[in-house]
């Protein structure tokens, strides 16, 4: 079969706008918008494009906002607000992508009539046109204003200053590249090098594996799961390196009574069942009921059993049958704020003041389940964030208020972790695995 | 690796019904290989065996955007479908030619990969459109077959006319 050359249209561009607009002025995150602006008329083909603009858009929205703010001579009305987003995704495109310029603007300008808003094409065109015309003042007076220059809002590049002085602006950079496909591969069902084998043979994908992590691939270029050799038996998932460290470091072991705090949507869970060779007693906990359903797909694919409990972590006299666990991995909320390359909505959703709300939350869940884990047990801490308040802080606070527990030094993360600055170990964005940025304390019991 | 002749409406051996592929072997697999480099050269997004006349049950596709998402289906069976759906389709054996389609919105499809083992698939939009063109070869039909007669005569006649010019000029 052949198609007739397709360009990208109004349509594709449209939708995009809207979905940005939704994340942008509506406050909704792009895993529940992309899924919605992904109309029947569009094609898989135009489902990519789509994807990409959105991703586009929001990576670079502090700068296209500055630019925007610089071409409109009046602010746009509130009802035409979605404008803005439409024209975010044509300045990604005019600076980032190949397309010819002339095809942006008159795509973008056909896109306003499809958002209803023909009288603004005019509107459109000009700015775009201006924007092209003064492109290089543009971007040169765009370096002197923080938020447009490191594409990230001004309070997280200010915590991420104070942070880390020394790295900050490597962080910001990382965090607006686009991400690598890192898949695991199930080692009780393949090899490794089996597996990247028939990445070759079978879809002619090029795998990187890693020493730091055995089990992890990283693909030379993302593919739909749904290629992916044996992924609908469980030969392989979708997950970060930083994501598979997690269970790698608890290191769970057949026997084990285990509990994976916080699991939807369950890849952790599933690491942990393979890691164990199946053979662990292990029990999934998380608030939302909705999204465990998204854990018994994951465990189901796979073929692991695991017993599910909605519960709150904080609180385990809700659903704790009072038995000890061996191991307990807490993957905590957190600011997300390490995996932002993944989730470029994540910076322009949070504010600042989410901050405490998230420390607080994850002190007590921390607390709470040192309650669960048998003397001499191990609870491994984690978050996806870069931030040391809901890190090495709280850590470092639970440490003091309990002598029976101590921090264990992880080797595989010695070499690529950032320098100490309190205990665990952070993976910071940029790092030498290109991992999403993770932090890590390893705490054990003493026993009695 | 070679790249294969694909055959061009009307040709009568593009109405071959293809019989399933017995095992899959080194000599499916280097077909399945060359099946990919045909189609990607043309350039195309699905090309069954048929078209390039050999009557076996395999085809080959790649609907992604950076054509970096190559599929093959050997013994290829749709075991459920619903909805239906409009869309623009092409053919390498009907070159230049571009009509709408109505097809399954939804299907589900069997087959063997290139290393043999079965597997299902959920697919649709063009990945839809595109298995269910390609099995259509398999059994000898046409995209044009769902044409008005009327407007497969006249495509034929203007098809027929522009091959023999260019057997003139060649």
Same mark, same amino acid.
């Given at each position: 079969?052949? +198609? ?52 586009? *858009?929001? /990576? ?46 008159? @795509? ?32 040169? *007076? ?18 991420? /200053? ?7 602006? @490597? ?29 070759? +043979? ?8 890693? *020493?730091v992590c055995p ?26 390196i930083a994501a598979q460290l997690a269970a790698t470091v608890l290191a769970p ?7 994976? @705090? ?6 952790k +869970?599933?690491h942990l069942?393979?890691l ?10 998380? !608030? ?5 359903? /998204? ?10 059993? *695991? ?20 191991r307990v991995l807490l993957d ?16 322009? %959703? ?7 709300? %998230? ?19 191990q609870l491994l801490y984690t ?18 208020? !309990?002598?029976?527990?101590?921090v264990l030094p992880v080797d595989c993360l010695e !070499?690529v972790a ?6 665990g170990h952070?993976l ?10 993770f932090y890590y304390a390893l705490l054990e019991?003493? @026993?009695? | ?55 076996? #049950? ?27 759906? $409009? ?47 390609? $099995? ?15 407007? #497969? ?18």
């Open positions: 079969m052949s +198609t007739s050359a397709g360009k990208i249209g109004a349509a594709s561009r449209a939708a995009a706008a809207a979905a940005v607009d939704a994340v942008i002025h509506n406050g909704r995150s792009l895993e529940q918008v992309i899924p919605e602006c992904l109309t029947e008329a569009l094609s898989p083909r135009d489902v990519t494009l789509v994807k990409a603009l959105v991703y586009g *858009a929001l /990576r670079g929205h502090c700068l296209h906002q500055y630019l925007i703010s610089k071409l409109l001579s009046k602010p746009l009305k509130k009802k035409d607000i979605v404008l803005e987003s439409l024209l975010s995704v044509s300045l990604f495109q005019l600076l980032e992508s190949d397309q010819p310029d002339f095809a942006v603007v008159s @795509a973008t300008v056909d896109a306003a009539a499809v958002l209803g808003r023909p009288h603004a094409r005019g509107l459109v065109n000009a700015v775009l046109r201006n924007f092209l015309r003064q492109r290089e003042v543009l971007l040169k *007076a765009a370096m002197q204003e923080p938020a447009a220059r490191y594409r990230l809002p001004v309070w997280l590049l200010d915590r991420l /200053r104070s942070s880390w002085p020394d790295t900050w602006e @490597a962080i910001a950079a990382a965090s607006n590249l686009q991400a690598p496909m890192w898949i695991r591969v199930n080692q009780q069902r393949t090899s490794v090098s089996d597996y990247q084998q028939q990445l070759k +043979t079978d879809i002619n994908l090029s795998a990187e594996s890693s *020493a089990g992890s691939l990283k693909l030379e270029s993302a593919v739909r799961v749904d290629v992916l050799p044996g992924f609908e038996s469980g030969h392989s998932s979708v997950q970060d072991k057949p026997g084990e009574k285990i509990l994976d @705090a916080c699991a939807a949507p369950g890849g +869970t599933g069942a393979e164990s060779a199946y053979g662990a007693n292990i029990t999934a906990l998380d !608030h939302s009921a909705e999204r465990m359903q /998204r854990v018994t797909e994951n465990l189901e694919r796979i073929g692991a059993n *695991a017993t599910l409990i909605v519960g709150d972590a904080a609180a385990p006299e809700g659903w704790w049958d009072g038995e000890l666990f061996d905590a909320p957190c600011s997300a704020t390490g995996v932002i390359r993944r989730h470029p909505d994540i910076p322009l %959703l949070r504010r600042d003041s989410d901050i405490s709300a %998230l420390t607080d939350l994850q002190e007590r869940m921390l607390a709470a389940l040192w309650l669960v884990l048998k003397p001499g047990g978050t996806c964030s870069v931030l040391p308040v809901e890190n090495q802080s709280v850590v470092a606070a639970f440490l003091q208020g !309990h002598p029976e527990a101590r !070499h950032a320098k100490h600055i309190g205990p952070q910071l964005p940029g790092n030498p695995l290109d991992s999403d940025g019991k003493a @026993a009695e | 690796m070679s790249l294969l002749k694909i055959l061009e409406y009307p040709h009568p051996r593009l109405r071959i019904k293809a019989v399933p592929v017995a095992a899959v072997n080194d000599t499916i697999r280097q077909l399945v290989d060359d099946l990919f480099e045909t189609m990607y050269a043309a350039p195309g997004i699905g090309l069954a065996a048929t078209q390039v006349d050999v009557h076996q #049950r395999l085809l080959v596709l790649d609907v992604s955007d950076d054509q970096n998402e190559s599929m093959c289906f050997i013994n290829p069976e749709i075991i459920a479908r619903d909805g239906a759906e $409009i869309t623009e389709e092409g053919c390498l054996s009907v070159p230049g030619v571009y009509e709408g389609i109505e097809r399954a919105q939804h299907i589900r499809v069997r087959a063997l990969g290139r290393d043999g083992n079965s597997f299902e698939m959920d697919a649709e939009g063009l990945l839809a459109v595109c298995i269910q063109h390609e $099995i259509d070869h398999l059994d000898g039909k046409l995209f044009v077959d769902y044409l008005s007669e009327l407007k #497969r005569q006249r495509l034929k006649k203007k098809i027929v006319k522009a091959q023999k010019q260019t057997s003139v000029t060649a």
